[in-house]
T-cell receptor
């Protein structure tokens, strides 16, 4: 099956620093990847759609200057949380779209804690 | 507005059957997905329906009625490891973007 990895699996950082999260499709090429955020006991909220070779599409209310997305290759998308604050602490999950079939497979997630 | 509704929690005993309903009202429809998510982990794909009817995959089955905006996930022969949150998600267009329901926490008791 399709495998998606994320790195790091968890990170603790100080307020004001930037954190980069990588999402890789290991055994397939993904022209489209998605970034989600999940707060405790809540569902997944889509943050942005990442398209290889073009600018990401952000959902309403998501600050594009704070959450920088780069999809430089068909197997890698990165999310950088800039100037992180405690309210950015969350579980960040990426998914990659597999075609044909259009199923999305999720990475294992990255737990970010901002002190 | 756009809504995807599913019950918050369901409890069932080991070996039993549980049916998780999902109703949706979205601006577009291009398929409905069910995912399982254990606490602290990412969702794993269970099933996908784009046409009306029942899709069966081992102990899990999923049903879709597009005219009613309704789907259900049926879990048979429940096992303790099935205790998890089950997420209903609608894909609204061919771009692949999914809108998730809040999830149904299934608790399996001995």
């Amino acid at each position: 099956g399709a495998v998606v990895s994320q790195h790091p699996s968890w990170v603790i950082c100080k307020s004001g620093t930037s954190v980069k999260i990588e999402c890789r499709s290991l055994d397939f090429q993904a022209t489209t990847m998605f970034w989600y955020r999940q707060f405790p006991k809540q569902s997944l909220m889509l943050m942005a759609t990442s398209n290889e070779g073009s600018k990401a599409t952000y959902e309403q209310g998501v600050e594009k200057d704070k959450f920088l997305i780069n999809h430089a290759s068909l197997t890698l998308s990165t999310l950088t949380v800039t100037s992180a604050h405690p309210e950015d602490s969350s579980f960040y999950i990426c998914s990659a779209r597999v075609t044909p079939g259009d199923t999305q497979y999720f990475g294992p997630g990255t737990r970010l804690t901002v002190l | 507005g756009q809504n995807i509704d599913q019950p918050t929690e369901m409890t069932a005993t080991e070996g039993a059957i549980v049916q998780i309903n999902c109703t949706y009202q979205t601006s577009g429809f291009n398929g409905l997905f069910w995912y399982q998510q254990h606490a602290g982990e990412a969702p794993t794909f269970l099933s996908y329906n784009v046409l009306d009817g029942l899709e069966e995959k081992g102990r899990f089955s999923s049903f879709l009625s597009r005219s009613k905006g309704y789907s259900y996930l049926l879990l048979k022969e429940l096992q303790m490891k099935d205790s998890a949150s089950y997420l209903c998600a609608v894909r609204q267009n061919s771009w692949g973007k999914l809108q998730f329901g809040a999830g149904t926490q299934v608790v399996v008791t001995p």
